[in-house]
Antibody
């Protein structure tokens, strides 16, 4: 059974940093592109970032470029999102999602982890 | 990176059919057959309902169907059921990123 389990969310002050993790199981993690998608409270889904299978290629939404870094450890079957210079508008539930074989859709999602940026 | 345009809300009675539109541009919806649709119930993770414009994953009811014409994609739900009440999001590939619609709240009357 495919599972994606996010962790690392919490309350952080503006300007602070946080690292999210997404533990994958039930599939060959290194064979899939992986993404982060966020959802602010009461708002819609917003794509954040993606990484290719071996970690050599990344893309970011303009809103997080230069502040967030996506990474992965295929030996540990884990995806990460390093978030720096956090702002109030980064407050959201962050989901990791598996992209289906380069077809630009997400066939599995984690349950999400809440990041709250507030003083 | 503006979102794809969806109606904020739609509603229908049990047994009826509804259609949710998703309008983009030639750089996203109109330029690729990489439009997908997700259902999200309150407090839950999104669930894939339609991929690549019109493909239905196994396990998804055949009451759900997708199509595209030009820069607008559509999700149709036929034979509405109470459990279909949820938020629905479209998404599209666009130049090394993914763009979502703003979401549509479906109310089953």
């Amino acid at each position: 059974e495919v599972q994606l389990v996010e962790s690392g969310g919490g309350l952080v002050q503006p300007g602070g940093s946080l690292r999210l993790s997404c533990a994958a199981s039930g599939f060959t993690f290194s064979s899939y592109w992986m993404h982060w998608v966020r959802q602010a409270p009461g708002r819609g889904l917003v794509w954040v970032s993606r990484m290719n299978r071996d970690g050599s290629s990344t893309n970011y939404a303009d809103s997080v470029k230069g502040r967030f870094t996506i990474s992965r450890d295929n030996a540990k079957n884990t995806l990460y999102l390093h978030m720096n210079s956090l702002r109030a508008e980064d407050t959201a539930v962050y989901y990791c999602a598996r992209e289906n074989w380069g077809n630009y859709f997400f066939d599995y999602w984690g349950q999400g982890t809440l990041v709250t940026v507030s003083s | 990176q503006s979102a794809l345009t969806q109606p904020a809300s739609v509603s229908g009675s049990p047994g009826q059919s509804i259609t949710i539109s998703c309008t983009g541009t030639s750089r996203d919806v109109g330029g690729y057959n990489y439009v997908s649709w997700y259902q999200q119930h309150p407090g839950k993770a999104p669930k894939l309902m339609i991929s690549e414009v019109s493909n239905r994953p196994s396990g998804v009811s055949n009451r759900f169907s997708g199509s595209k014409s030009g820069n607008t994609a559509s999700l149709t739900i036929s034979g509405l059921q109470a459990e279909d009440e949820a938020d629905y999001y479209c998404s599209s590939y666009t130049s090394s990123s993914i763009k979502f619609g703003g979401g549509t709240r479906l109310t089953v009357l």
